[in-house]
């Protein structure tokens, strides 16, 4: 259970780290218009859940609400982890 979070949460927090960096160049360099850079939004949505907390209007995006959705981002996975692990280990005690 705590191994399924713990890999979870680090799963989590690399996402978030790649989203980041890749989100705060994205805003930085190109123009906020670009269909590439709205695909790219769609696709953070889904594996960066929590850059929604960010606003799409901040243009160059801080780096402390960055750092802070990084982290957001690494304990939501680690809970989500700990309840599958839960799960898990529910389902392989019940079939013993």
Known sequence: ???AAFALAIVGFI???IGAGVT??????LPTD????QTWERIVDFIWPS?????PGDA???VIVLALSVLANGCL???VGFA???????LTAAMR
């Open 34 to 37: 670009l269909e590439s850079l």
């Open 51 to 55: 850059a929604m907390m960010m606003m």
């Open 77 to 79: 996975y680690g809970v």
């Open 1 to 3: 259970m705590f191994k």
């Open 84 to 90: 599958a692990g839960a799960i898990w280990q529910k």
């Open 24 to 29: 705060y160049y994205l805003n930085s360099h």
């Open 60 to 62: 160059g995006g801080s």
């Open 15 to 17: 996402n978030g780290l």
